[in-house]
T-cell receptor, first 113, second 109 residues
């Protein structure tokens, strides 16, 4: 069966520190992968998506970046965090049945202090 | 531009029926999704509509009118555990979903 793993679950980081969030998918190959952020009072905002290794599309210009070093691995990074980067970060996978939409990872609650 | 609107909050009582509306304006349309999200958790899939009409799945139903850019999620026989946020999302021309801000539903006894 297909599963999606995301870690860490919670993170408290100081302003200006780096960030690395990891997402991996099991039980499938060449998945479409997505990073979303959910800030307080706002909807899910698409940050990046990837259709394959090394292929990254950015939806929102900001101080975040994404990489896909392996087929089933998707990483969200920042060199210097801002207060406005706080939020709930979700990795999502589009399964074979596109009528099902996404399967989400469990999310990372990031607080920048 | 892309715009998806849904009410911010709704309240209802146990056993009642509630309808959560969603209107959308997107550059393309390739399906509309409803997700449920409990506080602090990831969203989970509820329903999918790509053709006009009603899709029923147990206590939950979802309706779509493409010509009106309108959908609703109908929840019957409300239970306390239905207290959550309900997210409307549209897939436009690609595979990525565009989400509304969500409707927080509070169910009281």
């Amino acid at each position: 069966s297909q599963t999606i793993h995301q870690w860490p679950a919670t993170l408290v980081q100081p302003v200006g520190s780096p960030l690395s969030l990891e997402c991996t998918v099991e039980g499938t190959s060449n998945p479409n992968l997505y990073w979303y952020r959910q800030a307080a009072g706002r909807g899910l905002q698409l940050l990046f998506y990837s259709v394959g290794i090394g292929q990254i599309s950015s939806e929102v210009p900001q101080n975040l970046s994404a990489s896909r070093p392996q087929d089933r691995q998707f990483i969200l990074s920042s060199k210097k965090l801002l207060l406005s980067d706080s939020g709930f970060y979700l990795c999502a996978w589009m399964g074979y049945d596109k009528n099902y939409g996404y399967t989400f990872g469990s999310g990372t609650r990031l607080t920048v202090v | 531009g892309q715009n998806i609107d849904q009410p911010t909050e709704m309240t209802a009582t146990e056993g009642a029926i509630v309808q959560i509306n969603c209107t959308y304006q997107t550059s393309g349309f390739n399906g509309l999704f409803w997700y449920q999200q409990h506080a602090g958790e990831a969203p989970t899939f509820l329903s999918y509509n790509v053709l006009d009409g009603l899709e029923e799945k147990g206590r939950f139903s979802s309706f779509l009118s493409r010509s009106k850019g309108y959908s609703y999620l109908l929840l019957k026989e409300l239970q306390m555990k239905d207290s959550a946020s309900y997210l409307c999302a549209v897939r436009d021309l690609g595979t990525a979903l565009i989400f509304g801000k969500g409707t927080t539903l509070s169910v009281s006894s």
